[in-house]
């Protein structure tokens, strides 16, 4: 069955770094992404919008229900853009997973009540199901370790713990 997850830009900022965008796609989802933020705010770096759209990223388009949902967010938490309102306007309206690896944004799924999925996440429900095997679990989170700190920002500590775990 095909898990729905709404998308936020940043996760796929980080899977470009480590030049592995097609690799969440591998998992049994299928990745939503408001239409408008995948034209505005999927520029940089270079390439990344078409590689999310052959990869499978699917375009959506807003409710009014949605859009005055997102408003709401962009008022109450402080630090939130209106493309990450969206993104958690899509995941709370549909029941559904946010992929996000902002600090605010996470915080702000956490007191809307969705269930928030990041980079280090994804890539172990990859390792968990067995679409990528240990040698490769270990070589991506060591190259999210090489750019941590510049392009990526994910909890050093965490990645060293799988490290030394597997």
């Given at each position: 069955m095909t898990e729905f997850i709404s998308s936020d830009t940043n996760v796929w900022i980080d899977f470009h770094?480590?030049?592995?965008?097609?690799?969440?796609?591998?998992?049994?989802?299928?990745y939503l992404m408001w239409a408008v933020a995948i034209e505005d705010e999927v520029k940089s770096p270079g390439g990344l919008r078409d590689e999310?759209?052959?990869?499978?990223?699917?375009?959506v388009e807003i409710t009014n229900e949605e859009f005055w949902l997102a408003d709401s967010y962009t008022d109450r938490y402080a630090g939130i853009s209106s493309y990450d309102a969206v993104a958690l306007a899509i995941a709370k309206s549909h029941?559904?997973?946010?992929?996000?690896g902002d600090r605010r944004l996470r915080r702000a799924a956490a007191d809307e009540g969705v269930e928030v999925l990041g980079t280090i996440g994804v890539l172990d429900r990859l390792f968990n199901e067995g679409i990528v095997d240990d040698?490769?679990?270990r070589s991506y989170i060591s190259?999210?370790?090489?750019v941590n700190g510049g392009v990526v920002r994910l909890p050093e500590n965490e990645l060293r713990k799988r490290l030394e775990h597997y």
């Amino acid at each position: 069955m095909t898990e729905f997850i709404s998308s936020d830009t940043n996760v796929w900022i980080d899977f470009h770094a480590i030049d592995a965008v097609h690799l969440p796609f591998k998992l049994p989802c299928t990745y939503l992404m408001w239409a408008v933020a995948i034209e505005d705010e999927v520029k940089s770096p270079g390439g990344l919008r078409d590689e999310l759209m052959l990869s499978g990223l699917v375009p959506v388009e807003i409710t009014n229900e949605e859009f005055w949902l997102a408003d709401s967010y962009t008022d109450r938490y402080a630090g939130i853009s209106s493309y990450d309102a969206v993104a958690l306007a899509i995941a709370k309206s549909h029941g559904i997973v946010l992929l996000t690896g902002d600090r605010r944004l996470r915080r702000a799924a956490a007191d809307e009540g969705v269930e928030v999925l990041g980079t280090i996440g994804v890539l172990d429900r990859l390792f968990n199901e067995g679409i990528v095997d240990d040698c490769e679990y270990r070589s991506y989170i060591s190259a999210l370790l090489k750019v941590n700190g510049g392009v990526v920002r994910l909890p050093e500590n965490e990645l060293r713990k799988r490290l030394e775990h597997y």
